[in-house]
């Protein structure tokens, strides 16, 4: 293993994992929770990435988030607007704001289709004139991914228990009782699109400022890449409580990333990365109705083997 | 009290699959009654239903909740004071929620205060739906972190029944809601809502198929055809009515025999 993986490699894995958790987590909340596949996480991931990148630029680094997140929050409620009270099919909001979100993007990276942030101070460069001695130099990075995430992932296991969380949750998983019990689902997933949208360009931004660049492209595929990691996850964890998924998701993205060092190691090519990502989904996904299917049939080849050799042994009687 | 005037619908206008649904439906409850309905297959039972709890916009006529015109009032704003139990027992409860949480989410109605959308379910709460749930004597009281699709369909009926009625609705719609169990557990759910409505004196509509519980259940008998109510007896005259008697009258008004396929004479 450790010719394969060196600790750089394993390190920059997990800090890719970490970022990418968070649109994972966006994902678990608007597909898994809400049970509506939001198409405009593409757009808004870098459309978190952009405005971070624009506000990062003018110095103004930690402000970055939350103007991503706001942002994040417009985009999501554009989406939930559009399905909520003007009757559009919920892929297709997804979609037609996607759409929409490349051209806003383009003009807050002011009609650039990439901006670099070399010159200008991030929040990892900020922790870096901080935690630049002793055994964590090489650490600093990852440490601030993970205390972002982690925080990320206790607010929001919080809030999915709070009233307002119970509701969102309720909405997704039973609309006949949602209607009959006082809660008005049209609100509920505004709210759940708003604060999922919010996870993802916070995650835009963050990767924003981590590889230093921002790209028009760069959100390209994110719906597959944060699905992959959010069915990896539950295969991980399957059972238990919200805590415990989200932990699973958190887990999914970093195991996604491994696979995709794995397959870089193994001198796959950075253009191919994209069908490879496709096939890790498409492998996530179906293996456990594979699994399923395999108990299915090693039951039944234990099954005919007992028959025939009852079989057998009635005839030689 | 509810006031239905004069209330029709029809579905599909001007296409040929154009339907009456309910025909000038007209009735009163005062507070505290329990009327059941009975009515042959698509007699407009269940759009009635519908109507109140507001899953559609009636096309003629006014619906009146205790003074209150509801007739274009939002589904979940009447869902505050009006408790509904489908059939199916599937819909009154989310199955990948817990027990607790979903009596939590049941408990909301009862909160009118806008800041307690980010408060938890409190320790005090917990220990009122545990007790709720003794009652029902299902066991379920050990089960709170349990997620609810994992319960039968009869603890899940019977938590429906608890969540729709842990804040007293105002009016509370029974929509052949123990048809789909077993009959040992459909006659607990019966008992246990017979018991919860007297006790508490709701205000109550059931539809049912069973013609026993439509004389036995309630002080009103409503009968239904063809998005009308044919047949409306109370009172001594009620009492003195048998099952042949309600078929006959059926027959009488109707101009048609009771044609229900899941219709149940007997007990």
Redesign the interface.
């Known amino acids: 293993m450790s010719t394969i993986f060196t600790l750089s490699i394993l390190r920059s894995a997990l800090e890719l994992g970490c970022i990418y958790a968070l649109v994972a987590l966006a994902l678990f909340l608007s597909f898994r929770i809400l049970n509506i596949a939001d198409l405009s996480t593409d757009g808004c991931f870098t459309l978190g990435c952009a405005v971070g990148a624009m506000v990062t630029l003018s110095g103004h680094p930690v402000l970055a988030f939350f103007a991503a997140m706001g942002a994040g929050i417009c985009s999501g409620f554009v989406t939930a607007f559009l399905q909520t009270r003007m009757g559009v099919p919920s892929i297709l909001a997804g979609i037609i704001v996607n759409t929409g979100l490349y051209t806003v993007n383009i003009a807050v990276m002011d009609f650039s289709s990439n901006v670099n942030l070399f010159a200008c101070d991030t929040i990892f460069s900020l922790a870096k004139e901080k935690l630049s001695y002793g055994w964590y130099a090489d650490w600093y990075k990852l440490l601030i991914i993970l205390a972002i995430v982690i925080i990320t992932g206790v607010l929001l296991s919080?809030f999915l228990?709070?009233?307002?969380g119970?509701?969102i949750?309720?909405t997704g998983?039973?609309e006949?009782?949602?209607?009959?019990?006082?809660?008005?689902?049209l609100f509920m997933i505004t709210v759940g699109l708003c604060a999922a949208n919010a996870l993802t360009a916070l995650s835009g931004t963050l990767l924003g400022q981590y590889q230093k660049s921002c790209d028009i492209n760069l959100g390209t595929g994110m719906v597959t890449i944060a699905l992959a990691s959010l069915i990896i996850g539950e295969t991980l964890v399957r059972k238990g409580g919200i805590p415990r998924k989200i932990v699973g998701v958190i887990l999914g993205s970093c195991l996604y990333r491994f696979i995709v060092a794995l397959a870089l190691r193994m001198n796959v090519p950075a253009e191919a990365l994209k069908l490879v990502s496709a096939i890790i989904v498409a492998i996530a996904i179906a293996f456990p109705y594979l699994k399923e299917k395999s108990t299915f049939y090693r039951q039944r080849g234990i099954h005919r083997r007992i028959c025939r050799k009852e079989e057998s042994a009635n005839v030689s009687h | 009290m509810l006031v239905i005037d004069s209330v029709s619908k029809t579905f599909n206008p001007g296409t040929v699959n154009e339907k009456k649904a309910l025909d000038n439906v007209s009735l009163t409850l005062e507070d505290g009654d329990f009327a059941t309905i009975v009515g042959s297959n698509g007699a407009g039972k269940s759009t009635l239903f519908h109507a109140v709890t507001g899953n559609f916009f009636v096309d003629d006529g006014r619906i009146v909740l205790d003074g209150e015109d509801i007739t274009y009032c939002k589904e979940h704003m009447r869902s505050k004071a009006i408790g509904h139990l489908f059939q199916d027992p599937l819909k009154g409860t989310a199955p990948h929620m817990t027990i607790e949480e979903n009596m939590a989410l049941a408990y909301l109605r009862a909160s009118t205060k806008k800041h307690a959308y980010f408060s938890r379910i409190s320790g005090n709460e917990k220990k009122k739906f545990r007790e709720q749930l003794a009652l029902l004597d299902m066991g379920l009281e050990n089960r709170m972190k349990q997620p609810v699709g994992l319960l039968s369909g009869g603890q899940r009926q019977a938590l429906t029944l608890l969540m729709a009625t842990m804040v007293t609705p105002r009016l509370l719609l029974l929509d052949e809601h123990t048809a789909a169990l077993d009959p040992a557990t459909a006659d607990k759910v019966l008992a246990l809502t017979e018991k919860i409505i007297a006790e508490r004196k709701i205000t109550c509509l059931m539809v049912t198929h069973n013609m026993h519980q439509a004389l036995s259940l309630g002080n009103r008998t409503l009968m239904m055809d063809g998005g009308r109510i044919v047949f409306h007896v109370s009172g001594e005259e009620r009492k003195k009515l048998t099952i042949e008697d309600l078929l006959e009258q059926f027959k009488a008004r109707a101009g048609k025999r009771l044609d229900n396929d899941r219709i149940l004479l007997s007990k």
């Open positions: 919080l228990n709070t009233r307002l119970l509701s949750r309720a998983d039973n006949y009782m949602v209607r009959a019990s006082s809660i008005n689902p």
